[in-house]
């Protein structure tokens, strides 16, 4: 039998309940990167081998617990019966076998996830989980890029996720162990390798030429780059694979050629806007929240409700849903204001 370990930072995780009071039969683990190595944006991969694991999930992840609770990257997730028309059929955890050829990738946004229910839940079809296989993400300000065994397959724009994040591998098990079989135990997530690399940054330059080496660049993130004219011919190396960034934006003017069999990226993405107030850029839509951890701060757009999800906005503090384009509340929202308390709900302009 095993104890609930001390200091523990939850006591509970995916609706099971660890009472530190008495014994358990199972067991689990996960790996979370130390706090000084956090990172902000960038990309990270692993090379990941998994059980068959029944009833459990085995997760590869990035989490965030200040500023803002529980903002939250799933760069996999292998939920058990899932398919892709199980959160319609609302059966994510009615049924005990994995599908070996299903992923799940999801974003949380300051808010404890319900999983299927939750608009950024995604299932992707792959080959044998049990295999070998690479795992990554790329994130920046703008969007956030899926890849298995190097080949894109999700994107999705970043909703709001612009804090630094810990990395964490972890096994735990579903919502109920009573149909944990002791025949698969015990069950592994097996880790060849965890890389994490950061954009090098030149945001004090732009580029605006007419003709273009490419062959020199340097790869790091401009502020900008305008590159030809009327009169300019650019073209990158036969074999090449050139990628561009900038934060603001990325113009090609003229002709620009790329031969056969060459690759060329280009991407703006919004790195260097560290001034800006990131807040109001957040999309603020969970499924479930408890509204006594709420900031008031203003956000880009507030979406409630829907979706099977139930929110009651209550507070012992007087709370404001601020939003610069809009704000909606939609089926299963309830608010109601404590007493002496307010609820106010506003569009307004980013504060300066």
């Known amino acids: 039998t095993s104890s609930c370990p001390p200091n523990q930072p939850w006591v509970s995780y995916a609706c099971g309940?660890?009472?530190?009071?008495?014994?358990?039969?199972?067991?689990?683990?996960?790996?979370?990167?130390?706090?000084?190595?956090?990172?902000?944006?960038?990309?990270?991969?692993?090379r990941i081998k998994l059980s068959d694991l029944k009833r459990?999930?085995?997760?590869?992840?990035?989490?965030?617990?200040?500023?803002?609770?529980?903002?939250?990257?799933?760069?996999?997730?292998?939920?058990?019966?899932?398919?892709?028309?199980?959160?319609?059929?609302?059966?994510?955890?009615?049924?005990?076998?994995?599908?070996?050829?299903?992923?799940?990738?999801?974003?949380?946004?300051?808010?404890?996830?319900?999983?299927?229910?939750?608009?950024?839940?995604?299932?992707?079809?792959?080959?044998?989980?049990?295999?070998?296989h690479t795992y990554a993400i790329e994130w920046s300000p703008s969007k956030m890029i899926w890849y298995v065994d190097n080949s894109v397959v999700r994107i999705?724009?970043?909703?709001?996720?612009?804090?630094?994040?810990?990395?964490?591998?972890?096994?735990?098990?579903?919502?109920?162990?009573?149909?944990?079989?002791?025949?698969?135990?015990?069950?592994?997530?097996?880790?060849?390798?965890?890389?994490?690399?950061?954009?090098?940054?030149?945001?004090?330059n732009l580029i605006n030429v007419c003709n273009y080496n490419f062959a020199t660049h340097d790869n790091q993130v401009k502020n900008s780059i305008t590159i030809g004219d009327n009169g300019c011919n650019n073209s990158v190396a036969v074999g090449s694979n050139t990628t561009i960034r900038a934060s603001e934006f990325i113009t090609l003017n003229g002709e620009v050629t790329l031969p056969l069999g060459s690759e060329?990226?280009?991407?703006?993405?919004?790195?260097?806007?560290?001034?800006?107030?990131?807040?109001?850029?957040?999309?603020f839509n969970p499924c479930f929240f408890i509204f006594s951890n709420y900031d008031n701060q203003v956000k880009q757009l507030i979406a409630l409700g829907g979706n099977n999800c139930t929110i009651n906005i209550t507070s012992s503090s007087n709370l404001t849903l601020q939003a610069t384009e809009s704000i909606t509340l939609d089926a299963g929202v309830t608010i109601m204001p404590q007493s002496g308390k307010s609820v106010v709900v506003e569009i307004k302009n980013c504060p300066q």
């Open 56 to 132: 459990t999930i085995p997760a590869f992840w990035t989490f965030n617990a200040f500023p803002d609770p529980y903002n939250e990257i799933d760069i996999f997730e292998m939920t058990p019966g899932m398919n892709p028309n199980d959160c319609d059929n609302g059966n994510q955890t009615g049924v005990i076998a994995h599908n070996k050829n299903i992923m799940t990738s999801n974003i949380h946004l300051s808010a404890n996830g319900l999983g299927c229910n939750e608009p950024y839940f995604k299932p992707t079809y792959i080959n044998d989980y049990t295999q070998w």
């Open 17 to 46: 309940i660890c009472n530190p009071a008495i014994n358990h039969i199972y067991t689990t683990g996960r790996v979370e990167g130390k706090s000084d190595f956090s990172f902000k944006f960038g990309y990270i991969e692993a």
């Open 156 to 204: 999705a724009l970043n909703p709001g996720i612009i804090y630094p994040q810990s990395v964490i591998f972890s096994i735990p098990p579903l919502d109920s162990i009573a149909l944990l079989n002791n025949l698969f135990l015990p069950v592994h997530m097996l880790v060849d390798y965890v890389k994490v690399y950061q954009k090098q940054e030149d945001c004090a």
């Open 264 to 283: 060329f990226y280009a991407d703006a993405n919004g790195e260097c806007a560290t001034a800006l107030d990131m807040r109001c850029s957040q999309i």
